[in-house]
């Protein structure tokens, strides 16, 4: 079975923090994503990586950074969190070239006061 | 710009009955169309994937029907039980080659409640 670990299902943090948010597949997948997921929104893709130490924007990328140093591990960093950030965060991953299958984690829900 | 519109937004049936998902996508060009089982504060399960050929393709109690034509896709649950109450997400897939991430449209899901 395909697992992808978020390392935490909730979290609090405050305004300005610098906030890591971990995800580790067991899959030997090329590709991981990030998402975040609000209501009446859907999921929307904040970064996605295709292989390790690469990364490209997706089309909410604005306050947020990723880092890839190996294969299985993709973190998402909030530089400085703000309440809008308060959201639920999804990684997922597939293998490499076209994407016919995502496998996503459990989800981290984040709250910024 | 791609886009995947789901209906309806939420939908309450009584166990036992049967229900039916509807999903409309322009994405171009089309890979596949995957719908995916989300519980409530849980990451999303893939149910069945559908791709061009395909028309319609079952997963146990659940159901998935593809019109590449018309651009729609549904999802029918038969005999519901309180355990499918969920979300469902309509994924639709862009086939740009290999290479690099094709990036995954999803639509907003249906909320379903199942109830006594």
């Known amino acids: 079975d395909v697992k992808v670990t978020q390392s935490s299902r909730y979290l609090v943090k405050r305004t300005g923090e610098k906030v890591f948010l971990e995800c580790v597949q067991d899959?030997?997948?090329?590709?991981m994503f990030w998402y975040r997921q609000d209501p009446g929104l859907g999921l929307r893709l904040i970064y996605f990586s295709y292989d390790v130490k690469m990364k490209e924007k997706g089309d909410i990328p604005e306050g947020y950074s990723v880092s890839r140093e190996k294969k299985e591990r993709f973190s998402l960093i909030l530089e400085s969190a703000s309440t809008n950030q308060t959201s639920m965060y999804l990684c997922a991953s597939s293998y490499g070239g076209r994407v016919t299958e995502a496998f996503f984690g459990q989800g981290t829900r984040l709250t910024v006061v | 710009k791609n886009q995947v519109e789901q209906s309806p937004q939420s939908l309450i049936i009584l166990e036992g009955k049967n229900c039916t998902l509807q999903?409309?996508?322009?994405?171009?060009?089309?890979?596949?169309l995957r719908w995916y089982k989300q519980d409530t504060g849980r990451g999303p399960v893939s149910l069945t994937i559908m791709t061009f050929s395909e028309n319609t393709k079952s997963n146990g109690r659940y159901t998935a029907t593809l019109d590449a034509d018309t651009k729609q896709s549904s999802l029918h649950i038969t005999a519901s039980q309180l355990s499918d109450s969920a979300s469902y997400i309509c994924v639709v897939s862009a086939g740009i080659g290999t290479g690099t991430a094709s990036k995954l449209t999803f639509g907003t899901g249906t909320r379903l409640q199942v109830t006594l």
């Open positions: 899959m030997d997948h090329e590709n």
């Open positions: 999903c409309n996508y322009t994405v171009s060009p089309f890979s596949n």
